[in-house]
Each structure stands twice: as structure tokens, then as C-alpha cells.
């Protein structure tokens, strides 16, 4: 019996006892600066599955209304599936693991101005009280400090092309190499370097899986001329998978890549078109630093007129679908 952790009160279950583990960590959390969406925190204490999605995406990766609505359909999706969706994004200096309605709407409607976050940038962010859109390498910090074992999103970043000069390579890869969270995306987009992004993952030791293919997804195209190191086809081996990273305490990340649904698959041949294009703009403006990537899917969306943004939007909502049965899958594997 170990009652006397809690101070007493013999007699209670062990799942009062991993109830009582799950609250201490949320209000650890808490204790950190983060504040929960009560719907989320209930979710967290009670042992549901729950699953995270980040903010760049919606204030950086997609214009007014379009984000918003993807977003509240991410949403949705989510909940279908059994999970609860846990939106993550600084708003006034404080992280908010959950947003609400109005939250989602301010931030769709803010879009670039609010201050595209990475791990980087986060305690000048809350040191100066501001928004901050949360990107992949954020939102697992968060994720993970909130006890998510999986989190939602489109593409990741990666290393770039001409990466060997410019040495831009995404804080994404190097925060999948040392925070234990599972990413569930569509793949790399092919304005990066897919394969030194694979290397990458590699050198930091994050296990790669192509969700139902042998290829990692390339985003727009479900090839990227890359084999995934593994392969996993179901809900349930993936949550093994998880199950396993976690058990072992190997305190690194998962990257799962779920290939594009095969009828929008079209699309992706004219994308690439417009890829090539939108990289040729930047390197002649010069474009750098943390506004390479909101630059080039701005002009390729503007390049096909909108095309690629209907094909992102399908991507999402199939990542959160997949993403939210892992989640569920992983909840009845650990309870
Ligand atoms: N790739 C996309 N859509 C996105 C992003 C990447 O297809 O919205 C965003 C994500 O938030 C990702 C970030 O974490 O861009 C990576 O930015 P950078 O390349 O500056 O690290
Ligand atoms: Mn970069």
C-alpha cells in the first residue's frame, strides 16, 4: 500500500492512485506557467486520450478564414474519433494547452502578426507577455511538459535545400531528437531536402515510421523516392511503438508520416511545379531565417491558385484522423 504518499486516506484503488499520479503532473504543469482548457485538463487527470496540434499552422500556414475553419474541423475530427484536442499557443505571455473558440478565432485572425514560435523563441515570448503561434518544436515542448503523448500537424520543417551553405536545418528535427512525443504528419515537403532530413532524424536518433507505405511521404506526393526505416499499418502498432519508446525511457521523439490520400494525389504533380518556382523566388529575394517556410507556402499557394491550400487542408484532417486513433489506441494499451 502506498497511501501514505498522498497523506493518508487508506483504502483507496490504484486507479485512484494513477489518477492522482496524472493530476500531480498536470498541476506541475500549472506550477510551470501553463494553463489548460478544462476540458483538456479533465481529460489529462481522467486518463483519456487526448491529442495536441500546434499554431503555426494556423497564424503561418494558411490565410484568413481558411485557417480558422481547418482549424475548428482539425478540431472536430479529433473529438469524432474519441480524443480531445488540445490547440496549443502562447496568448499573452502565458501557454495555453487548449484553446477555446474566441482564442482560435483571435489567432486565425492575427495570423502573422503574432510571433511565430519556435523552441527558440519561447521564453522572450512569455518574458514579454506576447502571442506566439506555437511550430512543431514548440508545441512538443509543451506536449510533452503536459504529459501529450502525440501531437497532430501537417508537415514538419527540415533541412533545406542548400542546407550546406545556409546550415538551415529546422529546430523541429533537432527537438524530435530529444523530447519524447509522437508527431503524426503528412511527411516532408519537397522545398526541403528529403533525404538530408532523413539523415538528420537519423543522427538524432528519432524512429521514422511511413503509416501504410513503404516510401516517407513527401506532403504533397506519397513519394519521395525515400524508403521509411519502418513501416507500421495500424492504430494499435503504433501505439505499441509508443508504448515501447516510453517503457524503455528512450527520451526521444517519433515522427509518423501519413501519405496523402490517393485522390488528391494529382495535385501534387502541380505542385512540384510551383515548389521549384517559389524556391527560385526566394533565393532571389533573399528570403532567410525563420520566414523561408511561411514564404514559400505563401507563393505556392498563390502559384496554384489555391490548390495547394485545398490539398493541405485535406492532409490535416486526415493526420488528425489517424493521429486521434493512435491516441485511443495508445489509451487502452496503458490502461
Ligand atoms: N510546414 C508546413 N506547414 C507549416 C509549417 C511547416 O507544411 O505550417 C510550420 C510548422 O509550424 C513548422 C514550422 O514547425 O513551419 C517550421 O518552420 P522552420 O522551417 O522555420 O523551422
Ligand atoms: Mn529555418
Known sequence: ENTWRRGGNAGTSFADDATWRRGNRVREAESQGMRFAPEVREALVQGKAVVALESTIISHGMPYPQNLRTAMEVEDIVRLAGAVPATIAIMAGIPRIGLSKTDLQQLAKLGKSVQKTSRRDIAQVVAQRRNGATTVSATM?????????????????????????????????????????????????????????????????????????????????????????????????????????????????????????????????????????????????????????????????????????????????????????????LQSLLS
Not at 542548400?162 to 530529444?178: C, F, I, K, N
Not at 528519432?206 to 526505416?229: I, K, N, Q, R
Not at 494529382?266 to 532567410?288: C, F, H, T, Y
Request: proline fraction near 5%; include cysteine.
Open 141 to 329: 515542448v509543451f506536449s510533452a511538459a503536459a504529459g501529450i503523448p502525440i501531437f497532430v500537424t501537417g508537415g514538419i520543417g527540415g533541412v533545406h535545400r542548400g542546407a550546406e551553405t545556409s546550415m538551415d536545418v529546422s529546430a523541429d528535427l533537432t527537438e524530435l531528437g530529444r523530447t519524447p512525443v509522437t508527431v503524426v504528419c503528412a511527411g516532408v515537403k519537397s522545398i526541403l531536402d528529403i533525404p538530408k532530413t532523413l539523415e538528420w532524424l537519423e543522427t538524432q536518433g528519432v524512429t521514422v515510421v511511413g503509416y501504410g507505405a513503404d516510401e516517407f511521404p513527401a506532403f504533397f506526393t506519397v513519394s519521395s523516392g525515400c524508403t521509411s526505416p519502418c513501416r507500421m499499418d495500424t492504430p494499435e502498432s503504433c501505439a505499441a511503438l509508443i508504448a515501447a519508446n516510453r517503457r524503455l525511457n528512450l527520451g526521444s521523439g517519433i515522427l509518423i508520416g501519413v501519405p496523402i490520400p490517393a485522390k488528391e494525389a494529382p495535385v501534387g504533380q502541380r505542385v512540384e511545379v510551383a515548389i521549384n518556382q517559389a524556391l527560385e523566388e526566394s533565393r532571389r529575394g533573399n528570403v532567410e531565417g525563420n520566414a523561408v517556410t511561411p514564404f514559400l507556402l505563401k507563393r505556392v499557394n498563390e502559384i496554384t491558385r489555391g490548390e495547394s491550400l485545398a490539398a493541405n487542408v485535406v492532409l490535416i484532417k486526415n493526420n488528425a484522423l489517424v493521429g486521434a486513433k493512435i491516441a485511443v489506441a
